[in-house]
C-alpha cells in the first residue's frame, strides 16, 4: 500500500511557481490592450453632493470615460444585501457611485478609466465635486444615544439591527445565582491589509458575448451569480476567474464592491479591457473592515465559581451599510458563552451605522470578540470570587461525555443550531498551562519582580464554530493521456494550500501521488456548483465534499481494472498510479484504464486501441455504454453539513511589560487547539500561526483610526501597524486531534482560529504583570504603550 | 498611488543643479527618493521638476578629516553606516543607522536627503544636532553653512532656501574622552521614533560630569537640544539619581500633541526613560575613557 | 445591455507623458525602453518588461513586497524611478533559479519549511534575503538576527515562524551556518 497522505507534512504543489516569481496574480495577467481605472472617492465622512464637474477630466489626453451615476444607466442602484435576517429594517447598502449623499470617507463618487493608471490618477484629481458637509458622530455609544447625527436619514437612531437570542431560562438562572460579574470590553477597528489589494479586470468578447472577469476575491461563483443578474446576462456568458490571490482573510468574499461591476461595465460599454488594481490607500478607505464591539457582559455564577447564567449586551459598529447583514454580530452572539456549560443565556446586540468603511467579515468574524467578552469576564470572575483563572475555567468546561452540547434557542450565522459537536476541553486546558509553566510561574513571577522586572501570564480559551453550510461540491476525473487526477471545487484559495490538502484526500483513494492531483478551482467556466472560501469551511465542506467523490471515482477505477486484469475487484489494489493485482506485479496504469473506460472510435495512441470498437475486449451486443453508465473514470458528489463543527483551543502567554517602554514583550506563547483530524499539520499550523500573528496585531499593534471628523488618520503602513518579523515571538503550538463526528474525514476548520484568542490573553497577562504596580483592569484591546500608562494612572 | 506628472533632470554637476534649481520654483532634489517619492506616491508632493544630484561626481563621498565626518549629498544610509573611519571618530553614527528604516531604505536613502527632509521623528537630524554639526549648501549666491542649531526650523522644514542645493553635511568627531549614548524605541523596529535620545558626556577623574550634551527627536516639531536636562547633570556626579533627574527634565521639553501612535504623555514617560538610559550609558563609556 | 450597438470612442495608444530612454541591466540581459519619468521602477519591471514576479504591496515603501536587487543590494522598485535605474543592474525573483525547474537555494528552503502562502509577498523576502546570503557578512542566525534580515518585509499570512526557519535551512543548504 502507498503510504497515507491524509495526516502526512506533504509539501505544497503551488510552491515552486510561486517562489519564482511564476504566480499569476490579476495584475500578472497580461492583458493587451487594457485600460485602467481609477475612483474619485469622498473626503467627507457625511456630505451632499451639489455637483460634480468632470469636464476638465474628460479633456485630459489619455482619459477614455469618466463616469459619474449618471452614466451608469442601470447600474444606479442601491447594491444587493447579501444576507437578509429579519433582524434589520429597510437594510442600506450603498450604490456603485455615491448619488447624492456620500457615507464615509472613501466613497466611491466617480470612476475614470484612462490609458494607464497614472493618467487615471491625474484625471480623477481633476474632477471637481461640490460637497455639502453634515455633521457626524463617531463614537459608537454617543451613536445610538438621542440627537445624535443620522447616517441614513432612514435610520435616525443609527440602529440598522437589534436582535436578541435566548437559550435555557436566564431570567430563573439570574435569580438564583449568588454572585455576578459585570464589565464593559472593548476591541477596536482593524483591517485585514492582504498584501494583494484587491483587484478585478474585464474583458468582454462582443463576437460571442461572453464577460471575463478576473477578480482577486474569495467568491467567484458568488460574483458570477451576481454580475449575472445585474447586466441581465445568461450565467454561462459570465465567467469569472480568481487567479492567484493574494490574500483575503473575509476582505475578498464580501461582493459586489462597487469596482466589481464598474469594471465589467467599463469593459463592455468601451470594448476594450479594463482592469482596476486597489492600491493600498484604496483598501484602507475602500475595502471593507470590522472588529469594533462594546459588550457589557454579566456572569451569575454560584459561590463556587459555576457560571448559571449570561448576559451579555453589545454594540456592533456596522460602518455605513450592512451588505454582508447581522453575520459578524450573530457569530459574536452565538460564540458569546465560549467553551463553558452555562445553560442559561441572553444575548442582544445592536448593529450600529456609523460614517466609516462598511464592516463585513475580517478572518475570525465576531470571534476575537466575543471571546475577549468572556473570557476577561472569566478572569474577573475569578478574581472577584479568589479562585485561581485556571480553576475557573475548568469549572465551567464542556466535560468530554457532554459532547454534543447544544445551545437550544441559538441560531449560527448559517441558520442552523449551535451544537458543540466534541472536544477534550480539559486536556487542552491542562496541556497549555503543563507547557506554559503555569503552577511554576508565581515563583518566577515574583523573581522577576525582584529584579524590577513586571511579568505577567495569561491564558484564553475559544470556541471556534466552522465548516458552515450550505454545501460544496467535488468533480473528480482520471485523465486518460497522463493519468493525472484533476479535482474541481467550488472554491478559491488565497494562500490556505487547498491544491495540496485536497491533493492528499484524493491521492488516498486512488494510489496516485500528491503532485499528480491537480486542483482546478476558482474559475466559473471550469466548475460553478459551490459557496465560497470562508469561515474556516473549506477542508470541512469542500474535503469531504472531494472525499465522497474521489471514493466514487476509486470504485470506478477498480471496477474497471478488475474487468481489464480479469481479476475479482477485492484483488485490485491502487497505488503508484497504477492498479495492481494484489500480491503480483501485474497492473495496469490508471491512464489506460481511464482511456478503456471510454468507449472509442479512434484510436490515438496504445491504451485507446483497447478501447476502440473492433478491440478484443469490446462489446458486440449492445450499446458501448450502459443506459446508467458514464464515459470515463470521473465522478461528482457534494457535502452539505448538518450544521457547524466546533473547533477549539487555548493559548498561554507569558510576557514583560518592558518598565522604560512600557512595550509588551511575549516571552512564551503556547497554543494548543483541536481541529479534528488533521489533513495536513504542517499546514494547519501555518494556518494558526498566521492566525495568531493577525491575533497579536489586534491586540498590540493595529487600530484604525478616525478622527472626530470621520477622517481615517492611518489609512496608510506607516501608521497603521502591521507587525513585522521583529514584533512577532516564536510560539509553541501543540495539536488535539478530537474528530467530528459530523463528516466522513473528522475534520474542522482552522483558518481563523490562531486570531481569535490572542486579545484576551495577551490582556490578562499584561494585567497579571501590572496589578502590583496599582495597575487596574485592561478590557480593550489594541494595548499600547499609551493605553498602559493611562492604565497604571500615572499619564 | 502614482506620482504626477514632472520633469526629469540628470545633474551633472553641483552648478548645473542650482541653476535647475533657480529656473522652476516647483523644482526640488531628487537623490535617495526614500521619502520623496513616497510622498509623491501619495500625491501629497507634486514637484513640477526633480533634479536627481546622484550622478554629481564627488557628491557620493565620505571624507573624515580632523573636523569630522564631511558626507556628500548622493551619500547612502548604508554607505555611511557600514564605513569604518566614520565609525572611529563618530561612533553615534552607525548607532543611529540602525534605527533608520530598513537595509532596502537604507540602501537607497541618502543622509543629508534625509536632513532636508527633516522629518521632526528622524534619527539623523538628531545625532546632527547633539554633534554640532552642519550643513553646506550651494546657492545662486555662492555657498553657506548653516549649523544644525539653525538648520531644523519645524517638521519638514529647513532653513535651506528652495533655490540652494545641500551638497554635504559635516557630522564632527566626537572628543576622544567623550562617552556616547543612543536609544530610540518605535512600536515597530525600522519605523520613525516616538522618541529617540542621543548623549556626549565627559568626565573629569572624579567621575563629576564636566559636559554633557543631550538632544532628542519625536518629541517636537523638531529634533531638540534637552538644554534643562543638560543644566542638570552639569557638575553633577554620573550616576542613578543625576541620570533619573535628567530624564524628569527631559520630559519637560516634549510639546508634541496626541498622534495615532503615541500620547503626548506616553512621549514625555519614555522621553525621560531614554534619556536616563543614555546618560547612564554614555556616562559608564565616559568613565571608562578616563580610567 | 447591447454592447455591440455602443459606439468605439477613440482611444489614444498611451499617456502624454514625455518619454526618456533608459538603459539597464535586468537578469543579465541589456533593455532599452522609452519611458515617462514618473513611471516607477516597480511598473518598468512588471509592466514593460513583463517580469510579473516583482509585486506591489502599498507604493510607500513599508512592505517590501517589490524589493528587488540595483547593483547588487536590496532596493525598493516602488520608491525608485525607472529614470534612476538607467545603466544599474537589476535582478528580480526571476533571476534566482537555475533553468526552468529548479530552485535556488532559498527558494527551496521556502518550500521545505512552508513559508510562504498566498505567495504575494515572498518574492521580495527572497530578495531582501539574497542580499544578505550573497554579501561576504557572516551570517547571524540566531533568531533576532534572522528576524532582523527579514525586518523590513510585512507577510500577512505566516506570522513569519516558517521563515526563520527557511532562513535557517537556507543557510543550512548553502554550508553558511
Given amino acids: ?795 | 498611488m502614482k506620482p504626477a506628472l514632472f520633469e526629469y533632470h540628470r545633474a551633472a554637476s553641483v552648478a548645473q543643479a542650482v541653476d535647475l534649481l533657480a529656473e522652476d520654483p516647483g523644482a526640488m532634489i531628487l537623490a535617495g527618493g526614500q521619502s520623496l517619492v513616497a510622498a509623491m506616491n501619495f500625491r501629497l508632493a507634486a514637484p513640477s521638476r526633480l533634479i536627481d544630484i546622484t550622478r554629481i561626481p564627488d557628491l557620493d563621498r565620505i571624507a573624515v578629516t580632523a573636523e569630522g565626518v564631511a558626507v556628500g549629498a548622493a551619500v547612502r544610509h548604508r554607505t555611511l553606516e557600514r564605513h569604518d573611519g566614520a565609525h572611529a571618530v563618530n561612533p553615534l553614527i552607525r548607532a543611529a543607522q540602525a534605527h533608520v528604516a530598513h537595509v532596502p531604505i537604507r540602501n537607497r536613502g541618502t543622509v543629508v536627503g534625509s536632513l532636508c527632509h527633516a522629518d521632526a521623528a528622524a534619527e539623523m537630524p538628531l545625532v546632527l544636532l547633539l554633534c554640532d554639526g552642519w550643513v553646506e549648501l550651494e546657492g545662486p549666491g555662492g555657498n553657506r553653512r548653516i549649523p544644525a542649531e539653525q538648520f531644523f526650523r519645524m517638521h519638514l522644514t529647513t532653513a535651506r532656501a528652495s533655490d540652494e542645493l545641500a551638497t554635504r553635511a559635516v557630522f564632527p568627531a566626537l572628543p576622544p574622552d567623550a562617552g556616547w549614548a543612543f536609544a530610540e524605541f518605535a512600536r515597530r523596529k525600522g519605523d520613525y521614533a516616538i522618541a529617540a535620545v542621543g548623549a556626549i558626556v565627559q568626565c573629569d577623574a572624579g567621575g563629576r560630569i564636566t559636559r554633557a550634551r543631550l538632544a532628542a527627536c519625536g518629541i517636537s516639531s523638531k529634533p531638540v537640544r534637552l538644554g534643562r536636562a543638560e543644566a542638570a547633570l552639569a557638575g553633577g556626579t554620573a550616576d542613578a539619581t543625576a541620570a533619573a533627574e535628567a530624564g524628569r527634565a527631559a520630559a519637560t521639553h516634549v510639546d508634541a500633541a496626541d498622534d495615532s501612535i503615541a500620547t503626548a504623555a506616553y512621549r514625555r514617560h519614555l522621553v525621560a526613560a531614554l534619556t536616563e538610559r543614555v546618560v547612564a550609558e554614555a556616562a559608564a563609556r565616559a568613565r571608562r575613557g578616563t580610567e | 445591455m447591447n454592447a455591440r450597438a455602443l459606439p468605439r470612442p477613440q482611444i489614444p495608444v498611451n499617456s502624454a507623458d514625455p518619454r526618456h530612454a533608459v538603459t539597464l541591466t535586468v537578469n543579465g540581459v541589456e533593455v532599452s525602453r522609452e519611458v515617462s519619468p514618473r513611471m516607477l521602477l516597480s511598473d518598468f519591471i512588471r509592466h514593460e518588461l513583463g517580469l510579473t514576479g516583482t509585486h506591489v504591496g502599498c507604493e510607500h515603501g513599508v512592505c517590501g513586497a517589490c524589493t528587488v536587487l540595483i547593483d547588487g543590494v536590496s532596493a525598493r522598485s516602488c520608491l525608485t524611478l525607472a529614470v534612476q535605474a538607467d545603466g544599474a543592474e537589476l535582478r528580480t525573483v526571476e533571476a534566482l533559479a537555475d533553468g526552468d525547474a529548479g530552485l535556488s537555494v532559498l527558494q527551496q528552503a521556502f518550500a521545505e519549511s512552508h513559508a510562504l502562502q498566498c505567495g504575494y509577498c515572498t518574492p521580495g523576502f527572497l530578495m531582501a534575503l539574497t542580499e544578505h546570503f550573497e554579501s561576504g557578512d557572516p551570517l547571524d542566525l540566531s533568531d533576532e538576527g534572522i528576524r532582523e534580515m527579514i525586518a523590513g518585509n510585512l507577510c500577512r499570512c505566516t506570522g513569519y515562524a516558517n521563515i526563520v526557519v527557511a532562513v535557517r535551512r537556507a543557510a543550512e543548504l548553502s554550508g553558511r551556518s
Fill in chain 1, 1 to 795: 500500500m502507498s503510504t497515507r497522505q491524509f495526516g502526512s507534512r506533504v509539501q505544497r504543489n503551488i510552491d515552486p511557481r510561486l517562489l519564482r516569481g511564476e504566480g499569476a496574480f490579476t495584475d500578472d495577467i497580461p492583458l493587451p490592450g487594457a485600460l485602467h481605472a481609477a475612483f474619485v472617492r469622498s473626503p467627507f465622512a457625511r456630505a451632499r453632493i451639489l455637483s460634480i464637474d468632470t469636464a476638465a477630466a474628460r479633456a485630459m489626453p489619455g482619459v477614455v470615460a469618466v463616469y459619474t451615476c449618471d452614466d451608469i444607466g442601470h447600474l444606479d442602484q442601491a447594491l444587493p444585501l447579501l444576507i437578509p435576517h429579519p433582524s434589520m429594517r429597510d437594510a442600506r447598502t450603498q450604490r456603485p457611485l455615491a448619488r447624492d449623499d456620500v457615507h464615509y470617507v472613501g466613497q466611491a463618487v466617480a470612476m475614470v478609466v484612462a490609458a494607464d493608471r497614472y493618467v487615471a490618477e491625474d484625471a480623477a484629481l481633476a474632477i471637481d465635486v461640490d460637497y455639502d458637509q453634515l455633521a457626524v458622530e463617531l463614537d459608537l455609544e454617543r451613536a445610538v444615544a438621542p440627537g445624535a447625527p443620522a447616517v441614513h436619514t432612514t435610520h435616525p437612531d443609527n440602529v440598522a439591527a437589534d436582535f436578541t437570542q435566548v437559550s435555557g431560562d436566564p431570567e430563573t438562572a439570574m435569580a438564583a445565582a449568588q454572585h455576578v460579574t459585570r464589565i464593559r470590553v472593548q476591541v477596536d477597528r482593524s483591517t485585514a491589509a492582504p498584501m494583494e489589494c484587491r483587484t478585478v479586470a474585464a474583458r468582454f468578447d462582443a463576437a460571442s458575448g461572453e464577460l471575463v472577469v478576473w477578480d482577486g476575491t474569495q467568491a467567484p461563483i458568488g460574483v458570477r451569480g451576481g454580475l449575472a443578474s445585474i447586466f441581465g446576462l445568461d450565467e454561462h456568458k459570465v465567467r469569472v476567474i480568481a487567479p492567484d490571490v493574494g490574500g483575503g482573510f473575509g476582505q475578498k468574499v464580501m461582493f459586489p464592491y462597487p469596482d466589481e461591476l464598474l469594471v465589467p461595465f467599463a469593459a463592455i460599454e468601451i470594448g476594450r479591457p479594463v482592469k482596476y488594481i486597489e492600491d493600498r490607500r484604496e483598501n484602507f478607505i475602500g475595502s471593507n473592515q470590522e472588529r469594533t464591539q462594546i459588550h457589557w457582559i454579566e456572569l451569575h455564577a454560584t459561590k463556587n465559581g459555576e457560571v448559571l447564567a449570561l448576559k451579555d449586551e453589545f454594540l456592533h459598529d456596522t460602518g455605513a451599510f450592512i451588505p454582508y447583514g447581522i453575520a459578524v454580530a450573530q457569530v459574536a452572539s452565538t460564540s458569546i458563552a465560549g467553551p463553558y456549560r452555562i445553560p442559561n443565556i441572553e444575548v442582544r446586540f445592536r448593529a450600529v451605522y456609523t460614517p466609516t468603511v462598511p464592516v463585513t467579515p475580517y478572518r475570525g468574524c465576531g470571534r476575537p470578540q466575543s471571546c475577549f467578552a468572556i473570557e476577561r469576564a472569566m478572569d474577573k470572575l475569578a478574581d472577584e470570587l479568589g479562585i485561581d483563572r485556571r480553576e475557573i475555567r475548568r469549572r465551567n468546561l464542556i466535560a468530554d461525555d457532554e459532547f454534543p452540547w447544544a445551545r437550544e434557542g441559538l441560531l449560527f450565522a448559517d441558520g442552523l443550531r449551535v451544537s458543540l459537536d466534541s472536544g477534550q476541553y480539559h486536556k487542552a486546558l491542562d496541556l497549555v498551562c503543563d507547557r506554559i509553566g503555569w503552577d511554576g510561574f508565581a515563583a518566577e513571577q515574583a523573581a522577576a519582580r525582584a529584579e524590577g522586572r513586571d511579568l505577567g501570564i495569561g491564558l484564553a480559551f475559544y470556541v471556534e464554530g466552522t465548516g458552515l453550510g450550505p454545501y460544496e461540491g467535488g468533480h473528480v476525473r482520471i485523465h486518460p493521456i497522463t493519468g493525472k487526477v484533476y479535482v474541481n471545487t467550488g472554491l478559491t484559495a488565497q494562500g490556505q494550500g487547498h491544491d495540496t490538502v485536497f491533493a492528499q484526500i484524493v491521492a488516498d483513494q486512488l494510489g496516485v501521488p500528491v503532485t499528480d492531483v491537480i486542483l482546478v478551482q476558482g474559475d466559473t467556466a471550469a466548475y460553478d456548483w459551490g459557496v465560497a472560501t470562508f469561515a474556516s469551511r473549506a477542508a470541512v465542506v469542500s474535503g469531504n465534499a472531494i472525499h465522497k467523490t474521489a471514493a466514487l471515482v476509486r470504485d470506478k477505477t477498480v471496477r474497471a481494472a478488475a474487468n481489464m486484469l480479469e481479476v475479482q475487484e477485492a484483488d485490485v489494489e491502487l497505488r503508484d498510479g497504477h492498479a495492481w493485482v494484489a500480491g503480483t506485479d501485474r497492473k495496469v496504469p490508471l491512464a489506460a484504464i481511464a482511456t478503456a473506460s471510454n468507449p472509442l472510435r479512434y484510436a490515438f495512441n496504445e491504451a485507446a486501441q483497447a478501447a476502440t470498437q473492433f478491440a478484443p475486449a469490446s462489446r458486440h451486443d449492445g450499446p458501448a455504454l450502459q443506459d446508467d453508465q458514464h464515459p470515463g473514470l470521473e465522478a461528482a458528489a457534494y457535502f452539505s453539513p448538518e450544521c457547524a463543527t466546533w473547533a477549539y483551543g487555548v493559548h498561554a502567554a507569558v510576557i514583560e511589560v518592558d518598565r522604560a517602554t512600557l512595550q509588551v514583550k511575549i516571552h512564551r506563547y503556547v497554543c494548543v487547539h483541536d481541529c479534528g483530524n488533521m489533513i495536513n499539520p504542517t499546514l494547519v499550523e501555518g494556518q494558526v500561526m498566521g492566525g495568531l500573528a493577525q491575533g497579536i496585531g489586534g491586540a498590540l499593534y493595529e487600530r484604525i483610526e478616525y478622527d472626530a471628523e470621520g477622517n481615517p488618520t492611518n489609512a496608510n503602513f506607516v501608521d497603521f501597524l502591521i507587525p513585522y518579523a521583529t514584533e512577532i515571538p516564536d510560539v509553541e503550538i501543540a495539536h488535539l486531534e478530537t474528530p467530528s463526528p459530523l463528516n466522513p474525514l473528522g475534520v474542522k476548520g482552522v483558518g481563523e482560529a490562531g486570531c481569535i484568542a490572542v486579545g484576551p490573553t495577551i490582556a490578562a497577562a499584561v494585567e497579571d504583570a501590572l496589578r502590583h504596580r496599582g495597575g487596574g483592569r485592561f478590557d480593550a484591546v489594541p494595548i499600547t504603550p499609551s493605553a498602559i500608562l493611562e492604565n497604571l494612572g500615572t499619564a
